[in-house]
């Protein structure tokens, strides 16, 4: 079964400090990897998204993440943080031509102090 | 458009009562899921649609059904509600496992 480790329950840092989330993925195959974040008291939104191609990949509000295939991971990082980037950060993967299931991590905290 | 709509946004619960979870979407999504939400557990699986009619187990299904009559609904239902699911749900909807999920606002459930 597929399972998700995001390394970091609790991220706090100061503005214009950089930003780097892990994930870590279990399944071998061919996946999907997102990264959502939850503003306080609202939904989830989509970050960013890996399915094929430039393992670099950027989202939106200037996050990027990484796919390094040969050690499981897609983590997230922001060069300079924002005050306005205090959220809670969920990594989950899916295998595609499989089952549909998506399977979230745990969720990082991300505090970022004015 | 509206999106993923779910209704109702709170609601306190006495052990053992049932109820309906409801959640509607606009956008022709054939895939529909509702996750629960707990602090530190991250979103976890309860079940699963891909389709009108096809509904599938995810990690916590215990104590929840579902269906999927149409393809716009997917209600969740509590049949004897405990302690243990006091939590926030979030139905989400997508075009398939190459799509990203769009979430409902969700719904906070308080179990008495």
């Known amino acids: 079964a597929q399972s998700v480790s995001q390394h970091n329950h609790h991220v706090i840092l100061s503005e214009a400090a950089s930003l780097e989330l892990g994930c870590n993925y279990s399944y071998g195959g061919t996946v999907n990897l997102f990264w959502y974040v939850q503003y306080p008291g609202q939904h989830l939104q989509l970050l960013l998204k890996y399915f094929s191609g430039d393992p670099l990949v950027k989202g939106i509000k200037g996050f990027e993440a990484e796919f390094i295939k040969s050690k499981f991971s897609f983590n997230l990082r922001k060069p300079s943080v924002q005050w306005s980037d205090t959220a809670e950060y969920f990594c989950?993967?899916?295998?595609?031509?499989?089952?549909?299931?998506?399977?979230f991590g745990k969720g990082t905290k991300l505090t970022v102090n004015p | 458009n509206a999106g993923v709509t779910q209704t109702p946004k709170f609601q306190v619960l006495k052990t053992g009562q049932s109820m309906t979870l409801q959640c509607a979407q606009d956008m022709n999504h054939e895939y529909m899921s509702w996750y629960r939400q707990d602090p530190g557990m991250g979103l976890r699986l309860i079940h699963y649609?891909?389709?009108?009619?096809?509904?599938d187990q995810g990690e916590v299904p215990n104590g929840y059904n579902v269906s999927r009559s149409t393809t716009e609904d997917f209600p969740l239902r509590l049949l004897s509600a405990a302690p243990s699911q006091t939590s926030v749900y979030f139905c989400?909807?997508?075009?398939?496992?190459?799509?990203?999920?769009?979430f409902g606002n969700g719904t906070r459930l308080t179990v008495t």
């Open positions: 649609s891909v389709g009108a009619g096809i509904t």
């Open positions: 989950a993967v899916n295998a595609p031509g499989g089952s549909e299931k998506l399977v």
């Open positions: 989400a909807s997508s075009t398939g496992s190459h799509s990203p999920l769009h």
